[in-house]
T-cell receptor
Framework: AQSVTQLGSHVSVSEGALVLLRCNYS??????LFWYVQYPNQGLQLLLK??????LVKGINGFEAEFKKSETSFHLTKPSAHMSDAAEYFC???????????FGAGTRLFVKA | DSGVTQTPKHLITATGQRVTLRCSPR?????VYWYQQSLDQGLQFLIH???????AKGNILERFSAQQFPDLHSELNLSSLELGDSALYFC??????????????FGPGTRLTVL
């Protein structure tokens, strides 16, 4: 079985500060890992996706995530937060042969001026 | 704009009633997924259809049912509605059969309020 844990339901950073959203996964097979973002009153959209190969994945809007197999982690980072980054972020895991993507509980990011 | 459309945007109804939510996937996508999002339960996977056939079921109540039609649009039917069914219902679509490895494209959601 697969699972995802997002550490911290709420994260608050100042504008210009580093954004770090934590995600740990559990999977008995090689995982596919996703980060999705949900802006207020909108559906989720893909930020980035890890399949195989390079462990550092770059996404849209300056976000990136690093797959660390030894730590079973896929943390999301952005060097400098913008006010427009305020949203809810979901980590998710899937695998070849699996039929459903498992989403984490989400982390709401607040950006202070 | 993800290319996934959902209607209606908002729905207000009473307990005990039945409603139908509609989803049109992105052009070319064969898979449709339904999710329920509420404050207390978070994002819950309900059901996945691929090219008209049910592929996976999640936490879908027996009062809820879904189908995917030959033109690939999908409908989620919710019956005997309870106050606790009030939530945002999202539809997502993807190209292939594997809901697990595909990127999913989400619609804007239908906000259901049960009074």
């Amino acid at each position: 079985a697969q699972s995802v844990t997002q550490l911290g339901s709420h994260v608050s950073v100042s504008e210009g500060a580093l954004v770090l959203l934590r995600c740990n996964y559990s999977s008995s097979v090689p995982p596919y890992l996703f980060w999705y973002v949900q802006y207020p009153n909108q559906g989720l959209q893909l930020l980035l996706k890890y399949t195989t190969g390079a462990t550092l994945v770059k996404g849209i809007n300056g976000f990136e995530a690093e797959f660390k197999k030894s730590e079973t982690s896929f943390h999301l980072t952005k060097p400098s937060a913008h006010m427009s980054d305020a949203a809810e972020y979901f980590c998710a895991v899937g695998s070849t042969g699996g039929f459903k993507t498992i989403f984490g509980a989400g982390t709401r990011l607040f950006v202070k001026a | 704009d993800s290319g996934v459309t959902q209607t209606p945007k908002h729905l207000i109804t009473a307990t005990g009633q039945r409603v139908t939510l509609r989803c049109s996937p992105r052009s070319g996508d064969l898979s449709v997924y339904w999710y329920q999002q509420s404050l207390d339960q978070g994002l819950q996977f309900l059901i996945h259809y691929y090219n008209g056939e049910e592929r996976a079921k999640g936490n879908i109540l027996e009062r809820f049912s879904a189908q995917q039609f030959p033109d690939l649009h999908s409908e989620l039917n919710l019956s005997s509605l309870e106050l606790g069914d009030s939530a945002l219902y999202f539809c997502a679509s993807s190209l292939r059969t594997s809901g697990s490895t595909d990127t999913q494209y989400f619609g804007p959601g239908t906000r259901l309020t049960v009074l």
